[in-house]
């Protein structure tokens, strides 16, 4: 990955082009950038946890940072509901969390003392209520509210009682599920541009 991250930094040029016209031919980002890796480097980063981890080697390569990734291999699936030895998936952690279960064994540290009310589900009244009264010009302010996102949330607001709904009916092609949860996040914690 360190290699393929100094090949885009010394080639930026390229990549963008490439990134772009993945771009216009109807691509999410994700999707778009996926191709882009996949056509210049002939590498597979399909998968979340490799997106993840070869976007902060870039920030590495790209900031010239003095650290030395390492990569541990994965040894429960993405969304597994089953724990290997001492890991588990995110999504299994999240789940245990919000049944009351013990994480403990899959934590560096102890979670037992993050009350179930301070879940993303939880939030969504108090957001709701924020939408309803928030002029679409002062959520244009907050981070990551750009291309008419704030007025698919104003649209949407009105049909869902929960955020898993509510979130579900914003994904679209323009818009991924990880843009509009981070959005949605940047509006209740109030950080703006």
């Given at each position: 990955m360190l290699k393929i991250a100094t090949f885009i930094k010394e080639n930026k040029e390229l990549y963008n082009q490439t990134l772009k016209?993945?771009?216009k031919g109807g691509n999410s980002?994700?999707?778009?950038?996926?191709?882009?890796?996949?056509?210049?480097?002939?590498?597979?980063?399909?998968?979340?946890?490799?997106?993840?981890?070869?976007?902060?080697?870039?920030?590495?390569?790209?900031?010239?940072?003095?650290?030395q990734p390492i990569a541990i291999k994965r040894s429960v699936g993405f969304h597994s509901e089953e724990p290997s030895d001492e890991f588990a998936s995110a999504s299994l952690i999240r789940k245990m969390l919000k049944d009351g279960r013990d994480v403990s064994?899959?934590?560096?540290?102890?979670?037992?003392?993050?009350?179930?009310?301070?879940?993303?589900?939880?939030?969504?009244?108090?957001?709701?209520?924020?939408?309803?009264?928030?002029?679409?010009?002062?959520?244009?302010?907050?981070?990551?509210?750009d291309e008419g996102i704030e007025n698919l949330f104003k649209k949407n607001i009105l049909l869902f009682d929960?955020?898993?709904d509510f979130i579900n009916a914003c994904v679209s092609r323009r818009y991924t599920r990880s843009k509009i949860m981070r959005t949605y996040l940047c509006i209740l914690l109030k950080i703006k541009k």
């Amino acid at each position: 990955m360190l290699k393929i991250a100094t090949f885009i930094k010394e080639n930026k040029e390229l990549y963008n082009q490439t990134l772009k016209k993945n771009l216009k031919g109807g691509n999410s980002f994700p999707k778009a950038n996926f191709l882009t890796l996949k056509e210049l480097t002939n590498e597979d980063f399909s998968l979340p946890n490799d997106i993840l981890g070869f976007e902060y080697i870039k920030q590495i390569v790209e900031n010239n940072y003095k650290i030395q990734p390492i990569a541990i291999k994965r040894s429960v699936g993405f969304h597994s509901e089953e724990p290997s030895d001492e890991f588990a998936s995110a999504s299994l952690i999240r789940k245990m969390l919000k049944d009351g279960r013990d994480v403990s064994k899959y934590t560096p540290v102890d979670l037992k003392q993050i009350p179930t009310k301070l879940l993303i589900e939880n939030t969504f009244l108090k957001f709701k209520k924020y939408i309803l009264k928030t002029p679409a010009s002062k959520l244009k302010k907050y981070l990551l509210v750009d291309e008419g996102i704030e007025n698919l949330f104003k649209k949407n607001i009105l049909l869902f009682d929960n955020y898993h709904d509510f979130i579900n009916a914003c994904v679209s092609r323009r818009y991924t599920r990880s843009k509009i949860m981070r959005t949605y996040l940047c509006i209740l914690l109030k950080i703006k541009k």
